[in-house]
């Protein structure tokens, strides 16, 4: 059965700190939802109530564009391997640009300054829900991929940069992702 809670307590932040894959869930008004897969070291418990994550490189920018429209964000866990349980987090988030030097440095060091880093969402939680996951299949965990890792490093931070420019300034939907502009 589903229980809520008003904050993360230490259960939580231990069954986060071993998951490998999350989900981010956001959608605008109008237009497409997005749920999109993470992976990788790029999640972090700031507190009770928050939590950050980094955004690496990808073909699309869904969760930019509309975090800036409707900061809303539901991100989900689930176990793969152990006792069922999904645990979903819900909050208001904002989204962190390299050009937010001082906040983008301090979380880039959080994780060891990751090649393509393209921002970071801070999360504000305001609701935490577990519930049952029987349904979810056993899956048995392998590694990471290293490709997305690769494909920045030999891009550099210029090819990275004029790799946003072309391909991550609009969503699916035609809305801004700000990943070149200004606030």
């Known amino acids: 059965m589903a229980e809520q809670f008003e904050a993360l307590n230490q259960d939580h932040i231990s069954f986060i700190e071993t998951q490998h894959i999350y989900f981010i869930g956001t959608a605008v008004t109008e237009g497409r939802v997005n749920v999109s897969p993470k992976?990788?070291?790029?999640?972090?418990?700031?507190?009770?109530?928050?939590?950050?994550?980094l955004n690496l490189t990808g073909s699309g920018n869904e969760s930019a564009a509309h975090v800036l429209e409707n900061e809303r964000m539901t991100i989900m866990f689930c176990s793969f391997d152990r006792q069922p349980l999904i645990l979903r987090l819900y909050g208001k988030a904002a989204v962190i640009y390299p050009r937010h030097a001082d906040q983008f440095n301090e979380y880039d060091q959080l994780f060891g300054e990751q090649p393509g880093t393209r921002q970071f969402f801070e999360v504000n939680i305001d609701l935490v829900q577990t519930s049952c996951g029987y349904s979810i299949?056993?899956?048995?965990?392998?590694?990471?991929?290293?490709?997305?890792t690769k494909?920045?490093?030999?891009?550099g931070k210029e090819g990275v940069?004029?790799?946003?420019?072309?391909?991550?300034?609009?969503?699916l939907d035609g809305k801004p992702t700000n990943i070149t502009g200004h606030d």
């Open 39 to 53: 992976g990788m070291d790029t999640l972090r418990v700031l507190g009770n109530n928050k939590i950050v994550w």
């Open 151 to 155: 494909w920045a490093r030999n891009k």
């Open 137 to 148: 299949p056993h899956y048995d965990y392998s590694g990471e991929r290293q490709t997305l």
């Open 161 to 171: 940069a004029s790799y946003w420019a072309e391909h991550n300034q609009v969503s």
